[in-house]
């Protein structure tokens, strides 16, 4: 029913920057929440940066200052401007969206296929 697509990672050195998008399609009436979790070897998946379709964000707090999410309602998209990297960044970065499907008016999540993103020290 929805499909989320992410773009934009790769290998940086530490202090690089990298962007990451996701763009949502599909049966999609609105978009609730949308943004980014991330997974590292061995670890659980975590909440990194999410934004709500009236502009409110939630970082985790290792990337505040560092990291910006932000929605482009029209176009169903979520971006994630990462700065500063450091090797703890190091992992494979999913994108979220909760999403009201239009035919059903349910309200779910869904989940890309991960992205990796590899900083080197």
């Known amino acids: 029913q929805v499909q989320l697509v992410e773009s934009g990672g790769g290998l940086v050195q530490a202090g690089g920057s990298l962007r990451l998008s996701c763009a949502a399609s599909?049966?999609?009436?609105?978009?609730?929440?949308m943004g980014w979790y991330r997974q590292a070897p061995g670890k659980q998946r975590d909440l990194v940066a999410v934004?709500?379709?009236?502009?409110?964000?939630t970082y985790a707090d290792s990337v505040k200052g560092r990291f910006a999410v932000a929605m482009e309602n029209a176009k169903n998209t979520v971006t994630l401007q990462m700065n500063t990297l450091e090797p703890e960044d190091t992992a494979v970065y999913y994108c979220?969206?909760?999403?009201?499907?239009?035919?059903?008016?349910?309200?779910?999540?869904?989940w890309g296929q991960g992205t990796q993103v590899t900083v080197s020290s």
């Open positions: 979220n969206a909760v999403v009201t499907i239009r035919r059903t008016r349910i309200r779910r999540p869904y």
């Open positions: 599909g049966d999609i009436l609105r978009i609730n929440v």
């Open positions: 934004v709500t379709n009236d502009g409110s964000t």
